[in-house]
């Protein structure tokens, strides 16, 4: 049976080092967040977000704005906090209303309190492997993997997916020196898919197909990360079919409870590289 990686346990774990740090360097550390809108899921994700900053010991401040809102509007808002001193981090809670240009927002972020790591700003500085703020989920499945001491140095590691939010950041990072792993970036339309899996030492699911990795695309021994979200008439499940590739898997994370957990971790983990870096600069 596979060792089943705890997100949430190792979150607290990140949660606890971020506050011990603060509380040592007797800083303190602000996370803004921006929600636009009355959408449930996003209500719910950004008061999370503030819980776990508290737990860490970080101030939170919160800008609520109506749906109705105009780009302008919402363009002054976030400038005012890029400005501010006072605030280490800005997260834009997505998607916007339709009505709304995202990326004329994310583009008024500084790097340095991009702690979302999605401008491309902070995707340049990825590509060109220099200190900055990295994607929240990636960053999480690579704590994972570090904190489960899962070999990846010149380990196969397929992800599966290719989005700007997930796939290709993470597969930047694998290949990164201190890790080194051999990175393939599959998709969709990736002939033999399976076949490439079982070529893996490490999996990342991240496709958002609801368990499209089965027990025929894992080799005995292999991890399995699980990205993949899917909301289905069975509930949320994942991309990876945990009851079936569990018993072949020698690592293997939950749904929920695996990455999730760990995408809110790395986002207090980049809040705190924030302030430490506009603190240096």
């Known amino acids: 049976m596979a060792v089943v ?47 776990m900053a508290e737990a860490a010991g970080m101030v939170s401040r919160h800008v609520q704005l109506d ?22 981090g800005i997260l834009v809670q ?22 979302d790591g999605l401008t491309e700003a902070s995707m340049g500085r990825l590509v060109r492997d220099r200190r900055g703020l ?10 994972l993997l570090q904190r489960y001491r899962v070999p990846t140095e010149g380990r196969r590691a397929v992800v599966v997916g290719r989005s700007s939010l997930v796939g290709l950041p993470l597969s930047l990072l694998l290949a990164r020196r201190g890790i080194d792993a051999t990175v393939t970036l599959a998709h969709s339309r990736s002939q033999d898919l399976a076949g490439i899996c079982r070529d893996a030492d490490i999996i990342i699911a991240a496709a958002g197909q609801a368990k499209m990795i089965t027990a025929e695309f894992v080799s005995p021994g292999a991890a399995v990360i699980d990205v993949g979200i899917s909301r289905t008439e069975a509930g949320i499940v994942g991309d990876v079919d945990f009851e079936g590739v569990e018993p072949i898997a020698g690592w ?4 929920p409870g695996g990455t999730g957990p760990m995408t809110i971790a790395c986002l207090l983990e980049n809040t705190l ?7 240096e600069r």
């Not at 997100?7 to 971020?18: L, P, Q």
């Not at 040592?24 to 803004?32: E, P």
């Not at 590289?273 to 603190?279: D, F, G, L, V």
């Open 273 to 279: 590289t924030a302030a430490q870096i506009q603190r």
């Open 252 to 255: 293997i994370t939950p749904m």
């Open 94 to 115: 997505l998607p916007l209303p339709g009505n709304l240009d995202a990326e004329r927002v994310l583009d008024l972020v500084p790097p340095d309190k991009d702690v």
């Open 5 to 51: 990686m705890d997100g949430a346990a190792v979150r607290d774990e990140i949660v606890a080092s971020v506050r011990e740090t603060i509380e040592g360097l007797g800083i303190t550390v602000c996370l803004a967040t921006v929600l636009v809108g009355d959408d449930r899921p996003s209500q719910i994700y950004v008061r999370n977000k503030h819980k």
């Open 67 to 88: 749906a109705t809102i105009s780009q302008a509007d919402l363009e002054a808002e976030v400038a005012a906090l890029a400005d501010d001193p006072g605030v280490h």
């Open 134 to 143: 990295v994607p929240c989920t990636p960053l999480g499945v690579v704590r």
